[in-house]
């Protein structure tokens, strides 16, 4: 197969596509110098592709200035649009669509599986909206579109993991806040084995949460880290100094949604880390 990926430098958009070239599938990277050169070049790129991974998204843990609002927007919506774009004027286009999205796009009140309707009204979720908005002017008579919600990806690679493992190691780790937020996660080899059957098994269509099946808050997510590196998670990070660091961007940490994989259960999705503990002891070699 040849399968173009747009967020390939990401850590998610590596992972699949080393996904992808050890089954021998040829990946086509789409860069931002070829979304800029519009429409017809994205078309002559895909001709021969069976399938588009749209991964593309900038960093949220980082501060929110007004700048780095736009690039948050524009690298997720505008370069959904620039590329569904393309694949609805191409003559033979790709069979499949996989894009991200993310839980953000829910509220923090409400328990959420893919059929949940109780958005939050704040900048993240109206992105994911907006996101998953132009995803679905994809020509669904011509190519089969799956949409991924993806809670915090777990590995020692990158993200948020990554960014927790000093300080834990150091003891100085602890719950955000009181700690009672719910923590969507998942391990990055559960996201990449999702996002490789949904290119490869049409049964995967429309939206699904890619989520871990355990549910926990963050002060079990941080307890469990803790404990498995054999340190104290006893200083809890105050949500006044992540506003000092990250501005609106704090509550980007400092809530979460409890959010249910209710679709990839009931597709008989195995998951290869369903408990943090495992994921954990798997991500840090304990």
């Not at 519009?38 to 991964?55: C, I, Q």
């Not at 429309?206 to 590196?229: C, M, W």
């Amino acid at each position: 197969m040849r399968i173009a990926i747009c967020g390939i430098s990401g850590l998610i958009g590596n992972a699949v596509a080393n996904e992808f070239r050890s089954a021998n599938d040829e990946v086509i990277p789409i860069s931002r110098s070829d979304l800029s050169k519009g429409t017809e070049h994205l078309k002559n790129l895909l001709e021969g592709t069976s399938a588009v991974v749209n991964l593309a998204g900038a960093p949220i843990a980082k501060r929110w200035t007004k700048k780095w609002k736009e690039e948050i927007y524009s690298s997720r919506v505008n370069t959904t649009r620039a590329i569904v774009e393309a694949v609805n004027q191409m003559e033979n286009p790709p069979k499949e669509f996989v894009s991200a999205s993310a839980v953000g796009i829910y509220d923090t009140i409400s328990v959420h599986d893919e059929f949940s309707l109780n958005y939050a009204g704040d900048f993240l979720s109206k992105v994911c909206q907006n996101w998953e908005g132009e995803a679905l002017k994809l020509d669904s008579k011509r190519v089969r579109l799956t949409i991924f919600r993806l809670g915090v990806v777990l590995s020692k690679k990158g993200g948020a993991l990554k960014q927790m493992l000093l300080p834990f190691k150091l003891g100085l780790g602890g719950p955000i806040g009181s700690g009672e937020q719910f923590f969507p996660w998942i391990h990055l080899s559960d996201v990449v084995r999702a996002v490789s059957g949904a290119v490869k098994i049409p049964k995967a269509t429309g939206i699904y949460n890619l989520v871990a099946p355990e549910i926990l808050n963050n002060r079990q997510f941080t307890s469990t880290l803790a404990k498995t590196l054999k340190r104290p998670a006893i200083f809890p990070v105050p949500v006044w100094g992540l506003k000092l660091l990250f501005g609106e961007g704090a509550s980007a940490l400092s809530e979460g949604q409890q959010v249910i994989p209710q679709r990839l259960l009931a597709d008989g999705f195995d998951f290869s880390f369903p408990t943090l503990e495992r994921a954990l002891r798997k991500e840090l070699n304990k």
